[in-house]
């Protein structure tokens, strides 16, 4: 099935789900439903990057955001200074509970939808990160430590900055497309839908997004993580054979 069939599918089936969902509770019907097209993107040999299409509805009006965030890991945040015309590194911080992947998609511009505590509270935005930050040497600011790490990701692609768009189909259904790059980490990741009236949280649904290797590109990661040292060893002599290899075919008479 093609994606062009697959959404107006995926819609049909959110908009039977929540009209059931509304029959069945007349009295306390869930303000907010929400599903993706795919919970598991599959990296395998040649993976370019991919779209996973998030969509939902919500009960009465109201503004959406959600939040991307892919498994936590310590990082190394390093100062370079120039002496003697190199530049070498001087200073370094070490990061601790960095996102590996996070982005974010809003129905309106975040600031038209919540105020800076709201969105403070509950992590909303790259600038509400809380990272943990400890700092070599005399450097007492975390700043510059911080806004390097947040170039240095954005860069990459893996963190972003600038919202998607969340476009509503009617007063109730919405979508968006989640892109996850080429370059995108393994692990789970933490989808949370929010839903805001007034300022004021009415709803938040979250789901899970499962990101894996397969296939060959797969086993040789499994291969490489269990037995470093047996995989060191490999990739020597396959290096040396090679080389061996190479010099044999152009040698010159």
């Given at each position: 099935?093609?994606?062009?069939?697959?959404?107006?599918?995926?819609?049909?089936?959110?908009?039977?789900?929540?009209?059931?969902?509304?029959?069945?509770?007349?009295?306390?019907?869930?303000?907010?439903?929400?599903?993706?097209?795919?919970?598991?993107?599959?990296?395998?040999?040649?993976?370019?990057?991919?779209?996973?299409?998030?969509?939902?509805?919500?009960?009465?009006?109201?503004?959406?955001?959600?939040?991307?965030?892919?498994p936590?890991?310590?990082?190394?945040?390093?100062?370079?200074?120039?002496?003697a015309?190199?530049?070498?590194?001087?200073?370094?911080?070490?990061?601790?509970?960095?996102?590996?992947?996070y982005?974010?998609?809003?129905?309106?511009?975040?600031?038209?939808?919540?105020?800076?505590?709201?969105?403070?509270?509950?992590?909303i935005?790259?600038?509400?990160?809380?990272f943990?930050?400890?700092?070599?040497?005399?450097?007492?600011?975390?700043?510059?430590?911080?806004?390097?790490?947040?170039?240095?990701?954005?860069?990459?692609?893996?963190?972003?900055?600038?919202?998607?768009?969340?476009?509503?189909?009617?007063?109730?259904?919405?979508?968006?497309?989640?892109?996850?790059?080429?370059?995108?980490?393994?692990g789970?990741?933490v989808?949370?839908?929010?839903?805001?009236?007034d300022?004021?949280?009415?709803?938040?649904?979250?789901?899970?997004?499962?990101?894996?290797?397969?296939?060959?590109?797969?086993?040789?990661y499994?291969?490489?993580?269990?037995?470093?040292?047996?995989?060191?060893?490999?990739?020597?002599?396959?290096?040396?054979?090679?080389?061996?290899?190479?010099?044999?075919?152009?040698?010159?008479?």
């Open positions: 099935m093609t994606r062009n069939r697959l959404f107006p599918a995926l819609v049909l089936i959110a908009t039977l789900f929540f009209s059931a969902m509304l029959a069945s509770k007349p009295a306390r019907a869930d303000p907010l439903v929400v599903d993706l097209s795919n919970h598991l993107v599959a990296i395998s040999t040649g993976f370019t990057g991919t779209d996973v299409l998030l969509f939902g509805a919500i009960e009465n009006k109201g503004d959406v955001v959600i939040t991307v965030r892919g936590e890991r310590d990082m190394v945040v390093r100062r370079k200074e120039r002496k015309g190199i530049w070498i590194n001087t200073k370094s911080a070490y990061v601790r509970n960095v996102p590996t992947y982005a974010t998609a809003a129905s309106r511009p975040i600031e038209l939808i919540a105020n800076d505590r709201l969105l403070a509270s509950y992590h935005g790259l600038q509400n990160q809380r943990v930050t400890t700092m070599d040497g005399d450097d007492t600011d975390d700043s510059l430590y911080r806004d390097a790490l947040l170039r240095n990701m954005e860069y990459v692609g893996l963190f972003n900055d600038k919202p998607a768009k969340i476009s509503f189909l009617s007063n109730q259904l919405f979508r968006t497309d989640v892109h996850f790059p080429a370059n995108t980490p393994t789970t990741y989808i949370d839908v929010y839903l805001i009236r300022g004021r949280i009415a709803s938040i649904k979250s789901t899970p997004l499962v990101v894996s290797k397969t296939g060959i590109s797969a086993d040789v499994d291969f490489a993580h269990r037995y470093s040292a047996l995989y060191g060893i490999i990739a020597v002599i396959i290096a040396a054979i090679a080389g061996w290899i190479a010099s044999v075919l152009f040698r010159k008479n």
